[in-house]
């Protein structure tokens, strides 16, 4: 079906922004590394002007018609994208706004893209976009899971609660669930953001300011006042720490301390009190529960080496860096185009508001990860994966009023979650060919795989990466291929193969090729569209 000439504008226009930040990201000379009043051009980019230019032409061309990006983007806001955005930008990760930049921009590319709901799937297509979704929604139960820590709640009642809301909202009659996913996404994401925004009042600076301090620092360190300094930071799970500079630690509470140093493991059993001299280049295990404070004015081992290494890497400039910003990119877009699902109708007003905090979710999150490594370096340190971040308010606001705020964003993601699953439910429901009922199951049984998912020790991210470049390969590229179910089932199959085959032998890739194991769909999305291309002009010949 083609498109109207303003949404095919709009679509273009979205394409330039994406390539636009890679070229920043990876183009020889490090442009984006200048800075434009103290702040390096890509994070202008990247926070301001590609999500505010892409919300400028994709509101308009979904307002021309009856669109549905309430219901539709609900499923692209699971708590795995804020977080996953608030983790890379704390950690100072090359690809930080590369991610930042596709959150933002993929779901509008794919309600413009895909304005109507496509011609029913086959099973198998559909089966694949089901473990794609379930990958994703397992992510973000991981994510709730690492709140819960923070928490110190167990990890197995959080995700048996949260699983058990977005069930509830699957079972619900088709207008009930419509009704909770709405509502869920709404309150969910104006409550996430309002959170967010509360906690940068109480750090007192703008996001660009606290960038520009933060690039500005010659080293992270342990800021005297810091809680890991005078009162002992708790490790919430199993770390190792890695030290560039002499540095002392002190036991607040009995255990063993194992240092590695060089090849040689050495284990200390100490008191509360007892104090343990590392040198540079020594590894230091810590178990679960032990509690130690550290140094003040030394590093924090978690963090980059410089406020230059957090806002501009190396590793942006070195080998492959270019491939595993593409691999980002196609992963997170063709995931979306996959799993956003445009379903019903809604008025100008209800498209706005659904594209926007779609936008002001990422850019929120954003923000959060540039004030706590700017406040708390040390956030990482024994934090479960993606969350880090959000154990700022603590810092903030003590303990107490801390972990108020900490409840309050665990409903807000809980509320983000079952909007997700009540989305993939309607979906579902829309595509399934035995109706409603069979809509549903397929509901639960994406939840039971999720549920599984979120209680592997794994990292988040990579689970949800795995989720969107399976959907990408699986779904999204036969889909863009054309041809009828034979050509789109033989692309899909082709897709889902490559996809598992490298992300099998990702262990066993040389250098140059690990960032097609870190993102299979490098190849496997190409060559699912290629097969599906050929399907159909091979039937288009026959006939």
């Keep these: 079906m ?19 930040g890679l070229l920043l990201s990876v183009a020889p000379g490090d442009p984006g590394a200048l800075r434009l009043r103290g702040v390096g051009v890509l994070w202008w980019y990247t926070f301001l002007a590609a999500p505010l230019a892409g919300l400028a032409v994709t509101v308009p061309a979904l307002a021309t018609r009856s669109a549905p990006p309430a219901a539709s983007v609900a499923f692209w806001v699971s708590p ?55 990958l994703v929604l ?4 991981s994510v709730l899971a690492g709140v819960g820590t923070l928490l110190h709640l167990p990890t197995a009642a959080v995700v048996a609660v949260a699983t058990g809301c977005a069930a509830l909202a699957t079972l619900l009659p088709r207008v009930p669930a419509a009704a909770v996913r709405d509502l869920a996404f709404g309150f969910g994401g104006v409550g996430f953001i309002v959170l967010i925004a509360a906690a940068g009042l109480d750090v007192g600076v703008a996001p660009w300011v606290a960038w520009r301090d933060v690039a500005s620092r010659p080293a992270l360190v342990f800021d005297p006042a810091s809680p890991a300094v005078l009162d002992g930071r708790t490790i ?13 630690i002190t036991a607040r509470a009995p255990g063993v301390y194992r240092v590695t140093e060089g090849a040689r493991p050495h284990e200390w059993r100490l008191r509360a009190g007892d104090s343990l001299e590392l040198r540079p280049g020594d590894r230091l295990l810590l178990e679960a529960g032990a509690r130690l404070t550290f140094e003040a004015g030394k590093r924090v081992p978690t963090a980059p080496v410089s406020g230059v290494a957090w806002a501009d890497p190396a590793e942006r400039g ?16 063709g995931g979306a185009m996959a799993l956003v699902p445009p379903v019903g109708a809604a008025t100008g007003a209800r498209a706005i508001l659904g594209v926007t905090l779609a936008v002001g979710l ?34 903030l606001l003590g303990a107490r009023w801390g972990r108020a705020w900490m409840i309050l964003c665990a ?14 439910s309607g979906a579902a429901r829309g595509g399934a060919t035995g109706g409603a009922r069979h809509g549903q199951a397929l509901g639960l049984v994406v939840l039971v795989v999720a549920a599984a998912t979120a209680v592997w020790p794994g990292d988040p991210w990579r689970v949800g990466v795995a989720g969107l470049g399976l959907a990408a390969s699986a779904v999204a590229a036969p889909r863009l291929g054309g041809g009828g179910r034979g050509a789109a089932l033989g692309g899909a199959l082709a897709g889902t193969l490559a996809f598992g085959g490298l992300a099998l032998a ?5 250098a140059w090729a690990a960032a097609l194991g870190a993102y299979p769909a490098l190849v496997a999305a190409p060559l699912a569209f290629a097969a599906s291309l050929g399907g159909r002009v091979a039937a288009t010949g026959r006939g």
Excluded: K, N, Q, Y
């Design 138 to 141: 397992g992510a973000g139960l």
């Design 506 to 510: 990702a262990p066993w890739l040389p």
């Design 236 to 248: 919430l799970r199993a770390t190792t720490l890695t030290f560039t500079e002499p540095h002392r």
């Design 362 to 395: 990422v850019l929120a999150a954003g923000s959060l990860g540039i004030w706590s490594v700017g406040t708390a370096p040390e956030l990482a340190l024994g934090a479960p994966p993606l969350v880090a971040p959000l154990a700022l308010p603590p810092f």
């Design 411 to 424: 409903l807000a993601l809980l509320l983000l979650l079952t909007a997700a699953a009540a989305a993939l």
């Design 80 to 134: 795995v994208v804020p977080a996953v955005v608030a983790a890379r930008v704390f950690d100072g990760a090359a690809d930080a706004p590369v991610v930042a930049l596709a959150a933002a921009l993929a779901p509008l590319l794919a309600l413009l893209v895909a304005r109507t709901p496509a011609a029913p799937a086959d099973v198998g297509t559909r089966l694949l976009g089901a473990l794609s979704a379930a």
């Design 318 to 333: 070195a080998g492959g860096a270019t491939a595993r910003a593409a691999g980002v990119v196609l992963s997170v877009l």
């Design 2 to 20: 083609s498109m109207a000439a303003g949404r095919r504008a709009a679509v273009l226009l979205l394409l330039c922004l994406l390539a636009g």
